[in-house]
């Protein structure tokens, strides 16, 4: 089973920028898609952005779409995501996952190893 340890949150201003960093163990991490999610306070855990096995294929939530990109790094077990732009409504804790199906899946049920999360909080 594949470990994972998020990176790279923090407290950013409105329009700001933050790159987030999710570090996989094992010798498996390039036969994942790899997703990343958030989860506000009181809302249930969300879709941000996924990225296929060798990250020639992506696809991001609508609100994310144009201000955030991800990618990994199979040399290095640790995918990516470049966050611009960010807003208040952006904050949230935000958790990199596996999966085993290459769809690239935007359900959270189809996830099946997640990391602890990386807090990211936007100040209006």
């Known amino acids: 089973q594949v470990q994972l340890v998020e990176s790279g949150g923090g407290l950013v201003q409105t329009g700001g920028s933050l790159r987030l960093s999710c570090a996989a163990s094992?010798?498996?991490?390039?036969?994942?898609?790899m997703g990343w999610f958030r989860q506000a306070p009181g809302k249930e855990r969300e879709f941000v952005s996924a990225?296929?096995?060798?990250?020639?294929?992506?696809n991001y939530a609508d609100s994310v779409k144009g201000r955030f990109t991800i990618s990994r790094d199979n040399a290095k077990n640790t995918v990516y995501l470049q966050m611009n732009s960010l807003k208040p409504e952006d904050t949230a804790v935000y958790y990199c996952?596996?999966?085993?199906?290459?769809?690239?899946?935007?359900?959270?049920?189809?996830?099946?190893?997640w990391g602890q999360g990386t807090q990211v909080t936007v100040s209006s």
């Open positions: 996952a596996t999966s085993y199906s290459p769809s690239r899946s935007r359900a959270v049920r189809d996830y099946n190893n």
């Open positions: 094992g010798r498996t991490f390039s036969s994942y898609t």
């Open positions: 990225i296929s096995r060798s990250g020639g294929s992506t």
